[in-house]
C-alpha cells in the first residue's frame, strides 16, 4: 500500500512510486468495474435526456429545449383559453339579450314569460303561438292525426275505410244503359287495394240470356235471338198473320195464338138399332171424318163433310156409297150393316 504519511523531510524512494503506480492501476480497474441502475422514482441512478414533450417516462429528464416547448404551448393554450371565455362571456351576454327579447315577445302575446325561465320552457310557449298558414281540414286528416292551419290545431276525422273493410257498400249507383255503370263510395280514404260494390241478387246467369255476358257472368237463360225471332215472324207471316221482328214476344205468342188451328177428336162407340153410326158432343163442326169396326180390320171409311154420303172401301178394293147427316158437334153416317150394337172407332179432324 502507498505511503500516505509524507513530510518534508521524508526521502522519496523508487519503492514509494511504485506503490502509488499499483494504487492508481487497481483504482482505474475498481472504476472500470462500477455498475450505476437507472435512475428511478426510488433510487438514485442515471438519467437520460429527452426533448419530448408529450412523454410519460419517469426514467427520462426534460431538456431546456423541452421545457421551453412544453412553455410556449401552455402560453398559446392560455391565449386561446383566454379567447374562449371572452367568447362565451359575450355569447352569454347576447343569449341573455336575446332571451329578454323572447321573453318581452311572449308578454306581448298575453302569455306569462320571465327571463329567469330556462330556454325549454320559452321554446314550449313560443311553439303555443306558432301558427300554420295551411287550408286543410279535420274532413281532409285521416281519423287519429293531428295537423293544424291558419286557424290553428285540428284532428282529423276522415275515416280510412280500407282499414276498415276490404268491401264497402256503394252509397249510390247510376248507370249508363249499354255503356257503363257508377258505383258511388262512401266517403273516406281508400288506399288502392280496396273494393266498393253494390248488391245485386239478380246478376246471374240463370238469368241472363244464353247470348248475354255481363262483367264476365255469361247468361244462360234461353230467349228468341234475332235470327230465331226473325224465323218465327215469317212462319207466322205465311199463316196470314203478318209478324215483324220488332214485335215484342209477347205479340208473337199472341199472333200465334191467331193462326188458324184444325181441332181433333177421336173415340168409340157401338151402332144404333138400325146399324147407324151416330157421334155427337165434338166442340166443333167436323169436316173429316174416320171410322172402323173393330170386328172387321178391313171395313173402315171416311167422310167429308160437304156431302151426304160416305164411301166404303171393303176387302176387294171397291166403293161403296152410303147417305148420312152432318150435325152440329156431330154426324149419321147411314151404314147397310143394319147390325145394332156393332163396336167402332173413330177420328174426327175441324
Do not use: C
Not at 383559453?81 to 367568447?87: E, M, Q, T, V
Not at 282529423?156 to 256503394?170: F, K
Not at 215469317?234 to 209478324?243: G, L, N, Q, R
Not at 199472333?255 to 181441332?263: A, G, S
Request: no cysteine; aromatic share 8%; charged share 20%.
Amino acid at each position: 500500500m502507498a505511503k500516505t504519511d509524507w513530510t518534508l523531510t521524508d526521502t522519496v524512494k523508487p519503492d514509494d512510486f511504485n506503490n502509488i503506480g499499483r494504487e492508481i492501476n487497481q483504482l482505474r480497474m475498481d472504476v472500470d468495474h462500477i455498475e450505476v441502475p437507472t435512475a428511478s422514482l426510488t433510487e438514485a441512478g442515471i438519467v437520460q435526456l429527452s426533448n419530448a414533450t408529450n412523454s410519460t417516462s419517469e426514467a427520462q429528464a426534460a431538456t431546456s429545449k423541452a421545457v421551453k416547448l412544453a412553455y410556449d404551448a401552455a402560453a398559446a393554450a392560455q391565449t386561446t383559453a383566454n379567447a374562449a371565455n371572452s367568447a362565451s362571456a359575450a355569447a352569454f351576454q347576447l343569449g341573455n339579450e336575446r332571451k329578454a327579447e323572447v321573453v318581452a315577445a311572449l308578454v306581448a302575446k298575453g302569455i306569462s314569460a320571465s327571463t329567469s325561465e330556462s330556454w325549454d320552457s320559452l321554446i314550449a310557449k313560443m311553439a303555443g303561438i306558432i301558427k300554420a298558414t295551411g287550408n286543410a281540414t279535420a274532413a281532409q286528416l285521416l281519423q287519429g292525426y293531428t295537423a293544424s292551419n291558419a286557424s290553428g290545431a285540428f284532428t282529423g276525422t276522415m275515416i280510412n275505410r280500407s282499414a276498415e273493410a276490404h268491401h264497402q257498400l256503394a252509397t249510390d249507383t247510376a248507370r249508363e244503359p249499354g255503356i257503363r255503370v257508377f258505383f258511388q263510395p262512401p266517403a273516406g280514404y281508400y288506399n288502392g287495394s280496396s273494393w266498393v260494390y253494390a248488391a245485386s241478387p239478380q246478376l246471374s246467369s240463370g238469368n241472363l240470356p244464353k247470348d248475354v255476358n255481363i262483367f264476365g257472368i255469361q247468361g244462360i237463360l234461353e230467349r228468341l235471338t234475332t235470327a230465331e225471332k226473325e224465323a218465327l215472324a215469317y212462319a207466322i207471316t205465311t199463316k196470314s198473320i203478318p209478324a215483324s221482328v220488332d214485335d215484342s214476344n209477347t205479340v208473337l205468342a199472341q199472333k200465334i195464338h191467331q193462326i188458324p188451328m184444325k181441332r181433333t177428336a177421336q173415340g168409340e162407340g157401338v151402332t144404333e138399332s138400325n146399324g147407324h153410326i151416330v157421334v155427337r158432343g165434338m166442340d166443333f163442326y167436323p169436316q173429316t171424318f174416320f171410322y172402323r169396326y173393330k170386328r172387321w180390320s178391313n171395313y173402315f171409311g171416311v167422310a167429308h163433310r160437304g156431302t151426304m154420303s160416305t164411301s166404303i172401301v171393303i176387302d176387294d178394293g171397291r166403293y161403296k156409297t152410303f147417305g148420312g147427316s152432318w150435325y152440329q158437334g156431330g154426324l149419321r153416317i147411314d151404314t147397310n150393316t143394319g147390325k145394332a150394337d156393332e163396336p167402332f172407332a173413330w177420328y174426327a179432324i175441324e
